[in-house]
C-alpha cells in the first residue's frame, strides 16, 4: 500500500539487517512510489556511524541518534522515544509498519510503548540482533 509509512529502527550492529531491508528489491520499489520512509538508527557515538549506500538516492529520512558521544550530525540520546513522537505524529487512520533490530532491552522497551499508544494502525516487527550477531 503506498500509504504506508515504513519506519525502519535499529541500534548497533541491528543495522546490517535493516540495510539489507533498505537495500531489497521490495523495499526499492516502495521506495520509488514516495512513500514516507523514515530510519531511526541509535548508536554509542557519532563515530559509530556511517553513509548508507545509495542514501541520497533514496525517498528515506535518516535519523541519527548517539548516546554517548554526540557529534554535530546525530541527536543526542536513545531512539525510542522519538520513535514513539513520530508515530505519534500520524493520524491514527494512517498505516505504519514498524520493522526494528538491535538489542533485546531495546526492542522490548519499543514494543512496549508501542502498545501503550493503543493504536490499530501500527504494525510493529522485531528481532533481537545482539553484538554477537546471535538473534532470537
Known sequence: NPDTTHIFCATGSGIAPINAILESKQVKKIRANGTKMHLMWGNSKES????????SKINL???RFASKDVGSNT???RITDPTINLLRSY???EPINVYSCGNPNFIDDLKFKIKNLERNNINYYADYFTHNGKTK
Open 61 to 63: 529520512s535518516i535519523h
Open 48 to 55: 559509530d556511524f556511517f553513509e548508507l549506500e545509495d542514501s
Open 91 to 93: 493520524r491514527e487512520d
Open 75 to 77: 541527536l543526542s540520546g
